[in-house]
């Protein structure tokens, strides 16, 4: 599986910013999708998911703001982020677990500041 995220940027607080990630190699469609995030020193956080069915879950500090969604006829999976703050500056990744491994895009940065 190869996921090729991009959108990141840098943004004011209160701003939106919107990624993107393509998959490939393999039925997009049954993957659960994720984005996970990471700031340095971190661990790498998971921020959002969204199974084959586009049930979408939330880490709690971006619910009500951030919205997980998939096209599938696209292979594509999308970060929308509203009401950006600071604390949500860190690099984005895509990912998948698939026959027993997880695959990762090369991550995009998303920096919030005035």
């Known amino acids: 599986v190869q996921l090729q995220a991009s959108g990141g940027g840098l943004v004011q607080p209160g701003r939106s910013l919107s990624l993107s990630c393509v998959a490939s190699?393999?039925?997009?469609?049954?993957?659960?999708m994720a984005w996970y995030r990471q700031t340095p020193g971190n661990v790498r956080e998971v921020v959002a998911t969204i199974t084959s069915s586009s049930s979408a879950s939330y880490v709690d500090s971006v619910k009500g703001r951030f919205t997980i969604s998939r096209d599938n006829a696209k292979n594509a999976l999308y970060l929308q982020m509203n009401s950006l703050k600071p604390e949500d500056t860190a690099v984005y990744y895509c990912?998948?677990?698939?026959?027993?491994?997880?695959?990762w895009g090369k991550g995009t940065q998303v920096t919030v500041s005035s």
């Open positions: 990912s998948t677990y698939y026959n027993r491994r997880y695959y």
């Open positions: 190699g393999s039925d997009f469609s049954i993957l659960t």
